[in-house]
């Protein structure tokens, strides 16, 4: 069974940092593309960042420059690096992995930043 497991959220004043991970396992590492969504309260969920097979990285306008996403193959993980945290990154954070057909997410983590 394919299980996406985050953790690293937490509680954290404006213009810290956290780091999220995302471990996966049941299955090899190897998707077409992998992301990290978030849902805010009332509003809808929305990509924050994802990386494809090859590499390449997308990031939604508004953590453009602060998130960094990445992957490691050896340790079956996928990272969200965020920087400079506004009140308005908080968030239930998710990671979601898929391949031709087939889409896993996991159960989620928290970010809350204070202002």
């Known amino acids: 069974q394919v299980q996406l497991v985050e953790s690293g959220g937490g509680l954290v004043q404006a213009g810290g940092s956290l780091r999220l991970s995302c471990v996966v396992s049941g299955t090899e590492f190897s998707f077409d593309i992998m992301g990290w969504h978030r849902q805010a309260p009332g509003k809808q969920r929305e990509l924050v960042a994802s990386?494809?097979?090859?590499?390449?990285?997308n990031y939604a306008d508004s953590v453009k420059g602060r998130f960094i996403i990445s992957s490691d193959n050896a340790e079956n993980t996928m990272y969200l690096e965020m920087n400079s945290l506004k009140p308005e990154d908080t968030a239930v954070y998710y990671c979601n992995a898929k391949r031709i057909f087939r889409s896993w997410w996991g159960l989620g983590t928290q970010v809350t930043v204070s202002s």
């Open positions: 990386i494809m097979s090859n590499g390449d990285t």
